[in-house]
T-cell receptor, first 115, second 111 residues
Framework: ETGVTQTPRHLVMGMTNKKSLKCEQH?????MYWYKQSAKKPLELMFV???????ENNSVPSRFSPECPNSSHLFLHLHTLQPEDSALYLC??????????????FGPGTRLTVT | GNSVTQMEGPVTLSEEVFLTINCTYT??????LFWYVQYPGEGLQLLLK?????DKGSNKGFEATYRKETTSFHLEKGSVQVSDSAVYFC??????????FGQGTELSVKP
C-alpha cells in the first residue's frame, strides 16, 4: 500500500450504531487530520494530531471520538450520529504541523450515510 | 481572519479552450498557497503550490502565481481536456498545520 488509505470506503449506519473509520498513512509522516466534506460546503477540519498528540479539535460534537495510537494510524469512532452527519470523511497526513509549506496528502475518503 | 474565496461553479468548457479559476485570499502573515483537485469518487490530490510572493506553481499544464499585491492565486491552463473534469480547491496554510479551503469549483469539460 502506498500513500494514505481509508477503510471502509462506504458505510451506512443507523443512529444508534457504533462504528469506526480507519486511516493509515505509509508516508512516514507525523501529522494526521480528519476532515468532513458535505455537499455544497467547504471542507471542515475536525481534528489534528501531531506525533500522536491531539493539537486541534474544531468544536466537533462528542459523538465523534478520534484516536491516534501511533503516527501511522488514525481512527474516528462514531456513536449516536445524526442524519446531518452524513458526509465524506477524509483523512490526510503531512510531515508535521510546523511550518507553512507542508502539503497534506489525502486518502480517498469514507462515504458515510446515517439513516 | 483567514479565508479563501473561489469563483462559483459549475464551470462548463469545451475541450482545448483556456481555463481560469479565480481564487483570492485573506490572511495574516505570508501563507503558503495550494490548489488541490478532486476527481469523482476520490480524495483530494495536490495539484500545485507556491510558498512565497511571485512564486509560480505548475503541474500537468496547470499554473498559478502567488500575487501578494492582489491577494490572489488564480489557476490557469492553456488547453483543457475532458480528463480535467473535476472539482478544484484553492487553499492556504496557516500555523498549526491547518489548511483553509475555498468552497471548490466544479469544472466540466465537454468534447
Amino acid at each position: 500500500e502506498t500513500g494514505v488509505t481509508q477503510t471502509p470506503r462506504h458505510l451506512v449506519m443507523g443512529m444508534t450504531n457504533k462504528k469506526s473509520l480507519k486511516c493509515e498513512q505509509h508516508l512516514g509522516h507525523n501529522a494526521m487530520y480528519w476532515y468532513k466534506q458535505s455537499a455544497k460546503k467547504p471542507l471542515e477540519l475536525m481534528f489534528v494530531y501531531n506525533f500522536k498528540e491531539q493539537t486541534e479539535n474544531n468544536s466537533v460534537p462528542s459523538r465523534f471520538s478520534p484516536e491516534c495510537p501511533n503516527s501511522s494510524h488514525l481512527f474516528l469512532h462514531l456513536h449516536t450520529l445524526q442524519p446531518e452527519d452524513s458526509a465524506l470523511y477524509l483523512c490526510a497526513s503531512s510531515p508535521s504541523t510546523s511550518g507553512l509549506s507542508y502539503e497534506q496528502y489525502f486518502g480517498p475518503g469514507t462515504r458515510l450515510t446515517v439513516t | 481572519g483567514n479565508s479563501v474565496t473561489q469563483m462559483e461553479g459549475p464551470v462548463t468548457l469545451s475541450e482545448e479552450v483556456f481555463l481560469t479559476i479565480n481564487c483570492t485570499y485573506t490572511a495574516t502573515g505570508y501563507p503558503s498557497l495550494f490548489w488541490y483537485v478532486q476527481y469523482p469518487g476520490e480524495g483530494l490530490q495536490l495539484l500545485l503550490k507556491a510558498t512565497k510572493a511571485d512564486d509560480k506553481g505548475s503541474n500537468k499544464g496547470f499554473e498559478a502565481t502567488y500575487r501578494k499585491e492582489t491577494t490572489s492565486f488564480h489557476l490557469e491552463k492553456g488547453s483543457v481536456q475532458v480528463s480535467d473534469s473535476a472539482v478544484y480547491f484553492c487553499a492556504l496554510a496557516v500555523y498549526g498545520g491547518k489548511l483553509i479551503f475555498g468552497q471548490g469549483t466544479e469544472l466540466s469539460v465537454k468534447p
